[in-house]
Each structure stands twice: as C-alpha cells, then as structure tokens.
C-alpha cells in the first residue's frame, strides 16, 4: 500500500512542479505473475488513495507480466498558458526554497541491506508519499519565478537544469540542505545507490563543491530522491512570506532557504559550507 502511495505521489509531481492540476490518471504496471495478486491490489489501493487525495480521476492503466514489480503513473493536468511554471525562469536575485528533506535514495539503499532503522524507514515513506500539491498552490500563489521538482537527477542535478536553462549561476549552503538524520551515517558507511554516484560524476564538471565540503555531503547532495520537494526560486522579497506559508502546512514544515541565483558563472553551481 504505502509502495502504491509513494509510486503515485512522485507521478503526479511533475505537474505540481509546473503549478499544473493534476485531472487525469492511467495506472502503469508490471507484475510477476508468480506473486499472490492480493500484493497488485495493495499496491493499486495506495495509488488510488493519493489520485483521490490529489483531486484527479483514475480513467484507468495497462498491466503486463514482468520479472519484477514496476507501478507508476502517466498523468493528466491542466494549467493557464501565462501562469506555467518551468525551471528556465530563475532570475539573479531570487532566493532558492526548498521544501523537503534529501536522503531519500541512501536511506532506501540501507532498507535494501537490512540496515536501516524502523525511525529512518518511517521518516522517508512520510516524506515520500507526502503529495507536493500544497507547496505547488502556495508557489502559485506566491508567483515565485521557477521551480522543478527534487527527483531522480538529485538536488545538484535538478539544480544545475535550472542554472543551464536559465542561463544563472547558483549559490547553495550545504549547511542549509535539509538532510534526514540518518542519511550522513548511512552514506558513510557505503550505502549510496548507483543512481547517486552516477549523479555525482554528470554534475561535478559544473559543481564548485567548496574544499570545506566532505564527500559524504557530496553524495548526499547528489543522492537520488523517490518523489522529493520542490526547489523554487523565489524573488528575495517574496520569500519571507512564501517561507512562513510553507512552514505553516505539516507535510512542507521542514521547508528552508538552501541558497541564491545569481549572475556570475551562468550555468553552473557554487556550493559552499
């Protein structure tokens, strides 16, 4: 069940990313047909359950046979033309919010080993199946200049899109990320997902990690997140009230500001201590 809720929330994220609505949904899923068929339909209730939640219609989906469990979504939403919200907008001067925490992917990586703790698993299936639809009505709210949501790519990759796109340079404080924590002892001790590394070796041509800066928050800063916050770039004085507003909703509480754009070294990524 919580697999299918996690599945669909980071589904449905991309549109939230875009201050989009999501209205329509098609379950996606591979299934092994040696597995009881009670397991499918766990997995499709907690989907369902976050669909509902999301204020979206399951109009339906396509099942096959597979070696293994896959499940996702293929969403539908809707936004006005001149209110899109994309990761090419971010302007020198805005401030960079970030509103969950990262650690997600060393975390899983530790579950897969057995090596995780009940609190560590509890902290991300929270985080993970948390839906980014109030961050994304308060964005809009807002009207904050760009945003792109902390998935696969990692912090640093999805990050450095927004630079690239938006021809800026970031400035991040690696003090300032919300990290979960136990993600630091869990990268120590090896625990990082290949996704992570792979992350780590596409951005570093771009990323001016400061020589304060240990390995182990390099990887985390990197790490793979399964259905992660929001990264929005906020003109300066909007951010006090976007931030308040942000704290002030449960599932978006831990929300922070992580660092700045600005006009030197377009395209890139400074990250200091």
Aim: proline share 3%.
């Amino acid at each position: 069940y919580t697999f299918g809720e996690i599945a669909a929330a980071n589904s449905l994220s991309d549109v939230y990313a875009m201050g989009g609505k999501p209205l329509t949904v098609l379950n996606i899923v591979g299934f092994p047909a040696k597995l009881d068929i009670d397991i499918l339909t766990r997995i499709l209730e907690g989907g369902a359950f976050k669909v509902r939640e999301a204020g979206a219609v399951m109009i339906g989906g396509h099942t096959i046979k597979d070696e293994e469990i896959k499940y996702g979504l293929s969403v539908s939403g809707i936004i006005e033309t001149e209110k899109l919200v994309t990761a090419s907008s971010a302007r020198p001067g805005d401030v960079l919010v970030l509103t969950k925490r990262i650690g997600t992917g060393v975390i899983s990586t530790a579950l897969k080993r057995g090596k995780a703790s009940k609190e560590a698993i509890l902290a991300i299936n929270e985080s993970m199946r948390a839906l980014n639809r109030r961050a994304s009505e308060l964005m809009m709210k807002t009207e904050v200049d760009a945003c792109t949501d902390v998935t696969g790519f990692g912090l640093m990759g999805h990050a450095l899109v927004m630079a690239e796109q938006s021809n800026v340079g970031l400035n991040i404080s690696s003090g300032k990320v919300p990290f979960f924590e136990w993600a630091p002892g869990y990268a120590g001790k090896g625990f990082v997902p290949g996704g992570t590394r792979a992350n780590f070796d596409f951005v570093t041509p771009k990323v001016d990690f400061d020589s304060s800066i240990s390995e182990t928050e390099k990887i985390l800063l990197c790490d793979a997140q399964t259905s992660g916050g929001l990264l929005v770039a906020v003109d300066e004085t909007k951010a006090d009230f976007f931030l308040k507003a942000l704290q002030s909703v449960p599932e978006t509480a831990v929300s922070v500001i992580i660092g700045e754009v600005v006009s030197q070294h377009p395209g890139s990524i400074s990250v200091a201590s």
